[in-house]
């Protein structure tokens, strides 16, 4: 989607993935090596003049090579700080960011002091997570009690884990921003998410539930981070509303799912934003051309005649295979009013489930 956006501003794409089945092969030449290949990265280097990624598990010691050859955007410090839940949440506490209660696992001596400390210091009900690694809901488990706790240690593996407050929230949102080389920011509308199985599977603008309030408070979060980081390209922030105010999730330092509807729903998509902003280009306007939902399309494609005869409905599909509770497309639909919206989305959900 980032090379869809940048063929028609002029730009050319190279790709290093180590899947040799990944769906940019279609677009543009790939390189297919692992991220510890380091002639590899350095052959990739020398044949662009820029790098970013779209995938915050790619090692930081391939972005810090490669940073080293070429400048990569976002910068790797972000990506590091992505990577590790104990980090991200501490540099955001520090910055004066909510977020849940947090306490590491497993990184000392004595476990049994460690998960004792943990709970004085969540609570329970918590939630205990892999410190590195896991999305769409792996590497988590929700725990009710200390015993539960003991026994999610043991599952996960009893080292790297972080324990959080579990969070009684209203509504999870997002926010997209974009800074370029220079300092210019622009931000996207706060968009509402709607998780199942801890996979993201809706996402909608222009919410009664989404205050304009919200939309100034997280936008200067995203501002404390963006200049904190001295961040280069598109970041993604989730939250939490609890009791009418922001709790942040986590950060994803990239182009982001939530974002996919600004393809069609906004005057500038999140893609070329993001491809603007890493060649200190002006970056776009981020206004909505209607009222925007996006569905996700998990598992395996529903009938695309299907989907087309939604009216405002736009397919994309992503030419990954088939696989349970993979994310393999999205469907962004614009409509007039809310109302049309509502019905369309819903519509769409009886056809992708």
């Known amino acids: 989607m980032l090379a869809l956006a940048g063929y028609p501003l002029g730009l050319r794409f190279q790709f290093f993935d180590p899947d040799p089945n990944a769906p940019a092969a279609h677009l543009a030449d790939n390189m297919f090596h692992t991220y510890s290949e380091e002639d590899a990265l ?6 662009v003049d820029l790098i970013t990624y779209e995938f915050e598990n ?14 990569v955007y976002p910068p790797p410090a972000a990506l590091e700080m992505s990577q590790d839940r104990i980090v991200e949440k501490g540099a955001l ?14 990184n000392g001596s004595d476990l049994n002091a460690e998960i004792a400390s943990a709970i004085a ?3 329970l009900p918590a939630v205990l997570k892999t410190r590195r690694m896991g999305y769409d809901g792996k590497g988590q488990r929700v725990v009710a009690s200390e015993a539960e706790l003991r026994d999610a240690v043991n599952d996960l593996g009893s080292s790297d884990l972080i324990l959080e407050g579990f969070i ?7 926010l997209l921003s974009a800074r370029n080389i220079s300092g210019e920011i622009c931000f996207y509308p706060l968009v509402r998410n709607v998780h199942r199985g801890g996979i ?7 919410t009664p539930s989404a205050p304009g309030e919200l939309q100034a ?29 922001l709790v942040a999730n986590e950060i994803a330092p990239r182009v982001h799912n939530s974002g996919h509807w600004t393809i069609e729903g906004a005057e500038t998509s999140q893609f070329e934003n993001h491809l603007r902003a890493i060649l200190d280009y002006p970056l776009g306007s981020t206004r909505l051309r209607g009222c925007v939902g996006m569905l996700n399309i998990i598992g395996s494609p529903p009938p ?8 405002g409905a736009h397919l994309h599909l992503y030419g990954k295979s088939s696989r349970p509770n993979r994310k393999i497309g999205h469907i962004t639909v614009l409509r007039d009013s809310e109302e049309q919206l509502n019905a369309a989305l819903e519509a769409l959900e009886r056809i992708t489930v």
């Open 217 to 245: 408070i997280a936008e200067s979060y995203a501002q404390l981070l963006l200049k904190e980081l001295d961040y280069v390209g598109v970041l993604a922030i989730e939250f939490f509303v609890v009791d009418g105010a």
């Open 93 to 106: 506490s520090a910055l004066g960011i909510p977020t849940p209660a947090f306490a590491p696992i497993g």
């Open 58 to 71: 790619v090692p930081v010691s391939a972005a810090r090579l490669l940073n080293a050859r070429r400048p």
């Open 168 to 174: 009684d929230f209203s509504a999870e949102y997002s």
């Open 42 to 47: 350095a052959r990739f280097a020398e044949g």
């Open 121 to 123: 210091q969540t609570g």
């Open 304 to 311: 695309v005649s299907d989907v087309l005869g939604i009216p």
């Open 200 to 206: 993201l599977r809706r996402s909608q603008t222009q």
